[in-house]
C-alpha cells in the first residue's frame, strides 16, 4: 500500500469526522490530481 492509497484508506475510514471534507481537498490538492479525481465518489 503505498503512501496515496494508505491516505485514502485513513480518510474513508474517518469520513464521519467532521474533517472528513477538509483533508478529501487537502489531499486531492497536494496530490495535483486530475479534475475527474474530484467527482469520484468512495
Known amino acids: 500500500v503505498d503512501w496515496e492509497q494508505k491516505l485514502v484508506i485513513n480518510i474513508i475510514l ?5 474533517l472528513f471534507l477538509f483533508y478529501l481537498t487537502k489531499f486531492w490538492k497536494i496530490a495535483d490530481k486530475p479534475r475527474r479525481c474530484y467527482a469520484q465518489p468512495f
Do not use: F, I
Open 14 to 18: 474517518n469520513r464521519e469526522s467532521e
